[in-house]
């Protein structure tokens, strides 16, 4: 049996496919050169926001063609879009089709259940919340022989006004230190080099014990620190970080570790008290500058990308003037724009003066091109210097080159040898462009 897997949505999704991926290699499936060769489908699916929905409806659509070509296939959907509280209309009109439909705690169960469609069982939809089972140490297929990603904590406490994540994804449960401290040597054994932490809220790690009663429970400094002294591994990064949970004391931490140090996400979302208070994000601009004028001190080197939402609820051209004029100031070497997308189920979605699409766009479009400019003008502070790229392969965009990163995680594009795929080559950089370096 041969299985494909469609991935829709963020890093942690992609995680996710690679463990699906996993259980069903485990259960004996093979993985299929593409779509039309899979016994079995599995869509997994992103709710973040309307854009990714749309697509997902469509793709999970278009799967009616496989069923008929192939009426044995089995189709199946899982992840954040179907543990939605709004998803029996999908189910009822796009998705009929679909054999199986697992929420975000079930999805382990999925060769569980396709061995029950195989045994004639009709359409199974499990997107129960009961995730008492839930095991700690999953296999995993990894996409990648050098970089590998790596679970720390699941779910959400914040609930942030406009997310749906809290909805889908659960309560913060902080997986086990000593599974992960040795997930990470089996990795640095197999060849990893660089190394994703994976959580919705990294910064909480180990909260949840603590509130608990564990005192000693250990946090998310301590696990970077720890995760630093694994040989082999020559690069950390996190995903995502809270500012209301990053103090300047653990910007001090990070200074230490060099394996970390020159690369923060920090995602800022507004930059209006006022919107980030409607946000319920928990800090000002105040306390942000803080933590990011700690980086600057400590690491001038590193680079800091973050996150931004336009059009939030009740944002304003004054309140979005603060945002440009906010952005502009804090420098950052890129930014990930969105226009905000009401959820279902979230408390910004029913918050009056929702701002129109048309607005929306032109702030968007303001925001983008200051940061192209910003974006382009770290990366010329680039040219002529010495760099260490971790190579990741061929350049999609332009198979001629090859393409890696730094520590300060900027793609550079170079001409490369196979042989240097996984490694960290030393380049000079000689060309800088808004998203990417070239090193020719
Ligand atoms: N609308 C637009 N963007 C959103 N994000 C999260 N929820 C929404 C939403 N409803 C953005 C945030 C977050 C990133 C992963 O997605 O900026 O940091
Ligand atoms: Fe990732 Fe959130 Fe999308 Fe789920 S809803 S895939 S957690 S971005």
Redesign the pocket.
């Known amino acids: 049996m041969k299985y494909y897997i469609k991935t829709f949505g963020?890093q942690m999704n992609e995680h996710d496919s690679e463990i699906i991926a996993g259980i069903l290699e485990s259960a004996g499936y093979q993985p299929a050169a593409d779509l039309a060769a899979a016994d079995v489908v599995v869509v997994n699916t992103c709710c973040?926001?309307e854009s990714a929905e749309n697509k997902i409806r469509g793709y999970i659509g278009n799967l009616k063609a496989c069923k008929y070509q192939k009426p044995g296939v089995i189709l199946a959907a899982v992840g954040c879009m179907m543990q939605q509280k709004t998803i029996d209309g999908l189910l009822k009109r796009q998705g009929r089709h679909l054999d199986i439909v697992l929420g975000t705690y079930q999805q382990h169960r999925l060769p569980e259940y396709i061995a029950r469609v195989l045994a004639g069982e009709g359409p199974i939809v499990d997107i129960s919340e009961d995730n008492q089972d839930f095991p700690d140490e999953l296999p995993s297929r990894l996409s990648s022989k050098y970089s590998a990603q790596v679970n720390i904590i699941y779910g959400c406490n914040n609930f942030?006004s406009?997310?749906?994540?809290p909805h889908v994804r659960g309560r913060e449960r902080s997986r086990d230190f000593a599974a992960i401290m040795s997930e990470l040597h089996s990795l640095a054994e197999v060849g990893v080099k660089e190394i994703m932490l994976l959580g919705q809220n990294v910064n909480s790690y180990g909260k949840d014990w603590r509130r608990q009663g564990q005192a000693d429970a250990p946090d998310f400094a301590e696990l970077l620190q720890a995760a630093s002294q694994v040989e082999g591994i020559e690069r950390i990064r996190y995903m995502?970080s809270h500012p209301r949970d990053f103090s300047p004391q653990l910007v001090d931490v990070i200074s230490d570790l060099p394996k970390v140090r020159d690369y923060y996400h920090l995602?800022l979302?507004s930059g209006c008290d006022r919107i980030l208070q409607a946000m319920n994000r928990g800090y000002s601009t105040a306390d942000y500058q803080a933590i990011l004028a700690r980086i600057r001190e400590k690491t001038p080197q590193a680079a800091v990308t973050t996150?931004?939402?336009v059009g939030f609820p009740g944002e304003t051209e004054a309140d979005f003037q603060q945002t440009l004029d906010f952005v502009a100031g804090c420098r950052f070497d890129a930014a990930?724009t969105?226009?905000?997308?009401?959820?279902s189920g979230?408390p910004?979605a029913t918050m009056a003066e929702q701002v129109p699409l048309a607005v929306k766009k032109e702030r968007l479009q303001r925001l983008v091109t200051l940061q192209n400019s910003l974006s382009l003008e770290h990366n010329q502070a680039y040219l002529g210097q010495k760099v260490q790229v971790l190579v990741e392969g061929l350049s999609k965009n332009n198979p001629d080159f090859y393409t890696g990163r730094t520590a300060s995680n900027k793609i550079v594009i170079f001409e490369g040898r196979p042989e240097q795929i996984g490694q960290l080559v030393d380049l000079t950089i000689t060309g800088a462009k808004t998203w990417h370096l070239e090193a020719f």
């Open positions: 963020c973040i926001r942030c406009y997310c749906i994540v995502s995602p979302q996150d931004l939402i990930y969105f226009l905000y997308s009401p959820r979230t910004a």
